[in-house]
T-cell receptor, first 112, second 114 residues
Framework: DQQVKQNSPSLSVQEGRISILNCDYT??????FLWYKKYPAEGPTFLIS?????DKNEDGRFTVFLNKSAKHLSLHIVPSQPGDSAVYFC???????????FGKGTRLSVIA | EAQVTQNPRYLITVTGKKLTVTCSQN?????MSWYRQDPGLGLRQIYY???????DKGDVPEGYKVSRKEKRNFPLILESPSPNQTSLYFCASSLRQLNNSPLHFGNGTRLTVT
């Protein structure tokens, strides 16, 4: 059973517009959430995270929103740039020594 | 430069021929982990290690072995590779397995088993 779900395998957005990537989770023990970005031929790199005690975390063009009651989080990129084209992975942790659980990823294409 | 280094980047082998993928980090991280990435399946954890001499199974450990004799190295061993282990493999490390310690990934090893 998949605990972290990214239901959109791909997303296309025009340059300058907002990109919204969604992630749903089923495990209510998850209390920390992260987004990783992956370019071809490279490993994933950490982008932004949020603790369950918050509902929003912002870093420059990137904002992550957490809705605990809906077990849903989203990553907003504003404005989107062609360099943002990558695969984005949502990940969740139940804390302590429990491993990160990753979603399947969403491929974002930002079109100039 | 702080990094996780995997070798080799590409490997083609035949069924049953033992192989090792090396992973080394220079950040004095306690936690290290191996993942495989397959189309439509995302990143799945194979094995992880909380510290030297401490290893544990992830979600898909079958067919793999690991060792953690030194803090910086965490090799992935395939004793008898099979075609279903054809995949893209990533090693990762973090200071600790704690919420405020994001993973640092290597650049991946693409393995093909024929």
């Amino acid at each position: 059973d998949q605990q972290v779900k990214q239901n959109s395998p791909s997303l296309s957005v025009q340059e300058g517009r907002i990109s919204i990537l969604n992630c749903d989770y089923t495990n209510s023990m998850f209390d920390y959430f992260l987004w990783y970005k992956k370019y071809p031929a490279e490993g994933p790199t950490f982008l932004i995270s949020i603790s369950s005690i918050k509902d929003k975390n912002e870093d420059g063009r990137f904002t992550v929103f957490l809705n605990k009651s809906a077990k849903h989080l989203s990553l907003h990129i504003v404005p989107s740039q062609p360099g943002d084209s990558a695969v984005y992975f949502c990940a969740a942790s139940a804390g302590g020594n429990t491993p990160l659980v990753f979603g399947k990823g969403t491929r974002l294409s930002v079109i100039a | 430069e702080a990094q996780v280094t995997q070798n080799p980047r590409y490997l083609i082998t035949v069924t049953g021929k033992k192989l090792t993928v090396t992973c080394s980090q220079n950040m004095n991280h306690e936690y290290m982990s191996w993942y495989r990435q397959d189309p439509g399946l995302g990143l799945r954890q194979i094995y992880y290690s909380m510290n030297v001499e401490v290893t544990d199974k992830g979600d898909v450990p079958e067919g793999y072995k690991v060792s953690r004799k030194e803090k910086r190295n965490f090799p992935l061993i395939l004793e008898s590779p099979s075609p279903n282990q054809t995949s893209l493999y990533f090693c990762a490390s973090s200071l600790r397995q704690l919420n405020n310690s994001p993973l640092h990934f290597g650049n991946g090893t693409r393995l093909t088993v024929t």
